[in-house]
């Protein structure tokens, strides 16, 4: 396996207005192989969105440097960022940010269709991987006539319809219900495994973090790997 993501030396500082500083987290080392699920857990507020945004390119570190496919990324022209996210990185949010006017299908559809692709071949794709994940008979139905479970699960196929390599995940499961968050952590993983993505899933919910290939845990800004924190519990 080769790697998909690397964060080499990475920190994020914001300014506050009275010139102050708030380090949100300080010489991050991560990376992410291709196949490999991980688990980003940490309270709240310990800055798993932010890391998460950095890795997706939509934020920039305050030092050190994001690799996407083994190429510096962070520090790109927007519009070669934007190529990247387009066609390397899937997100997915804990808020499923689906079209309301649009089926499940056409919300599948757009990205590919942002991404220059024929119609036709856009919709053969997107109807392949909803029937994947449970959608077959879904495809003309609206998000508004679809359960919280199969919105997301429109969300997450959305999320792979240009067939990204690395897969971000901020909270996928976490506006669900126990039994429905079981079934579309399933199907996420299912797909990371079949695609072979390097997934990197932020996630309060230890249960499914404990089915995922490792855990690292943002704790007082660091990164520590969680194997390591439990044998010095």
């Known amino acids: 396996m080769s790697d998909a993501l690397r964060l080499e030396n990475v920190s994020r500082i914001y300014k506050s207005g009275d010139g102050g500083q708030l380090e949100v987290f300080s010489n991050i080392n991560l990376t992410l192989r291709e196949g490999e699920l991980v688990a980003l857990v940490g309270q709240s507020g310990a800055g798993k969105s932010s890391l998460l945004h950095m890795a997706g390119l939509l934020e920039a570190p305050s030092s050190g440097e994001v690799y996407v496919m083994g190429a510096p990324a962070s520090t790109l022209a927007d519009a070669e960022r934007t190529r990247i996210r387009r066609d390397t990185i899937g997100f997915v949010y804990q808020a499923h940010h689906l079209l309301p006017e649009f089926s499940a299908l056409e919300n599948v559809v757009m990205p590919m269709r942002i991404a220059g692709r024929p119609r036709g071949e856009c919709e053969r794709d997107a109807r392949h991987i909803l029937t ?21 699960r429109v969300a997450i196929a959305r999320a792979l319809a240009n067939r990204p390599r690395i897969l971000l995940a901020d909270e996928p499961t976490g506006n669900l219900d126990t039994r429905t968050s079981g079934g579309v952590f399933d199907a996420l993983v299912d797909l990371v495994r ?23 845990m943002l704790q007082d800004g660091q990164l520590v790997d969680a194997g390591k924190l439990a044998a010095h519990a």
């Open 194 to 216: 079949s695609e072979g993505l390097a997934a990197l899933v932020a996630t309060h919910n230890l249960e499914l973090a404990a089915q995922m290939d490792r855990i690292v």
């Open 132 to 152: 994947h994940l449970g959608l077959g008979e879904r495809l003309t139905h609206r998000p508004a006539q679809l359960s919280g479970g199969e919105q997301q």
